[in-house]
């Protein structure tokens, strides 16, 4: 039994959600690889071998496995598939995107999400916003999962020595081609890996308003994030969206300002180690899952709070 | 160009489900259902196509119970032309879903499909892509623009710390993330005229899909609980406990 981790990359730099995989996979029991898929991307193959419990990276460089468009890296993972048990994606915007075309292509289901492994066919993973937990077991031949990386705890970055071997690039597909990136400008942590995140909600107005999260969010050295209202009244970007249908967070400090605290978005949430709330509504259900909360006018409290940390 | 849309019925948006004392699943006897809204936005993104005289049919298809032709309707009262329903009380899984829209497809022949990145009720994330990897089309998900012009299908997605764009050959499929439209409220008017539109039947049997789930699922538990902590008075309390009690700064 081998599991094939497939690396979340910049192809300079290995993502961590890589290493909550790698987490998931050992759990499973089996050896661990990993693949990187990339182009120029040495860097990163050699920082998946030092990952703990990796046993042997495959490093597929080619031009067109640059942008990590899911007809090629899917078909780059297909060629590799056979002799694998598993074959496990981080469940982020890029695993999301390539998994279900390797297992529809090998006729698997594919597990989505896991936060539980329980054993090698039987994983534990939420289903409607996170209000239930189902546990599926799968029969088939390869299991393909995504896993959730707030349910793991990465493995070590450093102390493994795994051997890097390169494996043959597929051929480009033709059938997609990457034309740009807008990557958000931001001196800030990454919402899904950042210790502490600072979350507005309609509460806050305007994004105009928005900008009162700052100072808090510098202090603290968090990530700024949104609920899905805030998103969709715009005042703020939907790649900060916390919550069923944007980023799932689980840092050390979750600090939710004006957000009543839907089910959508305590989805995205309710797994962060302290959760403060503040919000003018007493009976805002975000109180029902927050540590400590403070009712209180934010644009009175916030200001307060940065200045008293 | 013929768009193909498929939409699912689930539990509605704002409807709190509870897990079955017997851990079978969860309670949707006599809850709201309604169209999935990653669908809804998918159904309003093919009707503005059409509207700029980029789609000239636009056929929305579900897979499901009977009642999901009420969803059909929705999509038709929205701007679909007409509808298919795959009915059939069996459980519906992902890849069987995308066996059976690939059928459709193939009766159909879609230059476009559009769907909902993810439906709210399995939270899966899949039938989209396994649509295309079955079809051998290219895929952009998660999708908050799509223009189309010389057979191409030019996307930008959302993803992880920003936006990308990605150039498609059509015929493709395209998934849809919140921000690509605002659908329309649909009218009483255009609702009597959806039920006059053509809504065609099959079952997985005509189109000679297995739909067999390849998932058991073996309980369906609550979440682990969290409870509800302290309130505190004022800023500089706070500030102590989570200094002091929480230690988390």
């Given at each position: 039994m081998t599991t094939l981790v497939i690396a979340e990359h910049d192809n300079a730099e290995l993502k961590g959600a890589t290493l909550n995989a790698v987490a998931a996979a050992a759990k499973l029991g089996g050896d661990v690889h990993v693949l990187v898929a990339g182009s120029n991307a040495k860097a990163v193959a050699d920082q998946a071998a030092k990952a703990?419990?990796?046993a042997k990276v495959l490093l597929a460089d080619a031009p067109h496995l640059a942008d990590g468009l899911a007809e090629n890296v899917a078909e780059q993972v297909l060629g590799l598939?056979?002799?694998?048990s598993h074959i496990l994606f981080p469940a982020t915007a890029s695993g999301k995107n390539i998994a279900p075309r390797v297992a529809a292509k090998l006729d698997v289901a594919q597990v989505s999400?896991?936060?539980?492994?329980?054993g090698p066919d039987t994983f534990q993973r939420p289903i409607y916003a996170g209000n239930a937990i189902a546990t599926v077991q799968s029969s088939d031949a390869v299991k393909v999962i995504t896993v959730r990386t707030t349910g793991f705890d990465a493995v070590a970055a450093e102390g493994g020595s795994a051997p890097v071997e390169t494996v043959a690039a597929v051929a480009d597909s033709g059938l997609s081609a990457f034309v740009g990136r807008e990557v958000?400008?931001?001196?800030?942590?990454?919402l899904t890996a950042a210790r502490v995140v600072v979350s507005g909600g309609?509460?806050?107005?305007?994004a105009e308003n928005f900008k009162i999260l700052d100072p808090l969010a510098d202090k603290l050295g968090a990530a700024v994030g949104a609920s899905r209202a805030a998103v969709d009244a715009g005042?703020?970007?939907?790649?900060w969206q916390v919550g069923q249908t944007g980023k799932i967070v689980a840092p050390q400090l979750y600090v939710a300002v004006g957000i009543s605290g839907a089910i959508q978005h305590l989805a995205g949430?309710?797994?962060?180690k302290v959760i403060v709330a503040i919000n003018k509504?007493?009976?805002?259900?975000?109180f029902g899952v927050a540590d400590y909360g403070l009712v209180a006018d934010l644009f009175q409290a916030v200001p307060e709070l940065a200045a008293a940390l | 160009m013929k768009v193909l849309v498929p939409v699912k019925r689930v539990v509605d948006y704002n409807v709190k489900v509870r897990v079955k004392s017997d851990q079978s699943g969860v309670d949707i006897a006599n809850v709201k259902m309604s169209m999935n809204p990653f669908d809804e936005i998918a159904v309003e993104e093919a009707t503005r196509l059409k509207e700029k005289g980029g789609a000239a049919e636009v056929v929305a298809v579900s897979c499901g119970v009977t009642q999901c032709q009420e969803t059909l309707r929705t999509a038709m009262a929205i701007g679909a032309d007409r509808a298919v329903l795959v009915q059939t009380d069996a459980e519906l899984q992902p890849l069987a879903v995308a066996k059976l829209l690939k059928a459709l497809v193939d009766k159909e022949q879609p230059e476009l499909v559009i769907l909902g990145k993810?439906?709210?009720?399995?939270?899966?994330?899949q039938t989209g892509q396994m649509l295309a990897a079955l079809l051998g089309w290219p895929q952009a998900t998660f999708a908050s623009k799509l223009e189309l012009a010389d057979g191409k299908a030019t996307v930008t997605r959302e993803v992880d710390g920003g936006l990308e764009t990605l150039s498609l050959k059509l015929p493709a499929v395209v998934t849809t993330d919140l921000r690509l439209n605002e659908p329309r409220y649909v009218t009483l008017p255009n609702i009597m005229k959806a039920k006059k539109k053509p809504l065609d039947t099959f079952t997985p049997e005509d189109l000679g899909?297995?739909?067999?789930?390849?998932?058991?699922?073996l309980k369906v538990s609550d979440p682990p609980a969290r409870s509800a902590g302290i309130k505190v008075p004022d800023v500089a309390t706070l500030v102590d406990k989570l200094k002091n009690e929480a230690k988390v700064v």
């Open positions: 703990a419990g990796v598939a056979q002799g694998y999400d896991i936060v539980a492994v329980d958000a400008k931001n001196d800030r942590p990454e309609r509460g806050l107005g305007s005042y703020a970007p939907n790649d949430m309710k797994d962060s509504d007493a009976e805002a259900p975000i | 993810q439906a709210i009720d399995d939270d899966a994330n899909v297995d739909v067999a789930p390849r998932l058991k699922t």
